[in-house]
Structure formats: structure tokens, C-alpha cells
């Protein structure tokens, strides 16, 4: 019974990690991505400051690609995971 008991935390600290990280889903995001990743968020005559009001993502460095375009969600990599 006490060699069961690490596995049992180590699932308990993993479901509480999942759970946690479904509230917080959204909250970090990142404008760094492929340019053939990008979902349009703007018109075509957009501007910086109103692409960036709308929490959207600017770059007009790329051509034939959105210059406004939505953030993509980070994965956070687990910090420990459990060893069975």
C-alpha cells in the first residue's frame, strides 16, 4: 500500500495541473508563429494601433500573408511529470 501512495499523488497533482490549465486557457498567447499560420483579423486597410485594439497580432513585414492576425495560444510545457 505505501509504494501506491507516490502514484496516487502524482495522479492527484496531474489532474489538479489539467484542471488549472483548462481555467487559464486563453490567457497565454504568443504572435509568434509561421507566417502560413496566421488567421485574418482585420480588413485589408487595417492599421497597427487598430489591429493591436482589437488584441489581434500586427506584422507587414510578410507579404501575401494577414498583416493582422489573431494570436495563437502557448502550450506551457509540464514542469515535472510523475515516474512510474
Not at 499523488?9 to 483548462?22: H, I, N, R, Y
Not at 487598430?50 to 489573431?70: A, R
Request: glycine residues 4%.
Amino acid at each position: 500500500i505505501a509504494a501506491m501512495e507516490p502514484k496516487v499523488t502524482c495522479v492527484l497533482v496531474m489532474v489538479f495541473a489539467l484542471a488549472l490549465s483548462s481555467l487559464a486557457q486563453g490567457e497565454a498567447e504568443t504572435c509568434q508563429m509561421e507566417p502560413h499560420q496566421r488567421v485574418n483579423c482585420g480588413h485589408p486597410s487595417i492599421t497597427s494601433t487598430e489591429c493591436k485594439s482589437n488584441s489581434c497580432c500586427f506584422d507587414s513585414k510578410i507579404s501575401g500573408v494577414p498583416w493582422c492576425f489573431y494570436p495563437v495560444a502557448v502550450d506551457e510545457p509540464v514542469e515535472g511529470e510523475c515516474q512510474f
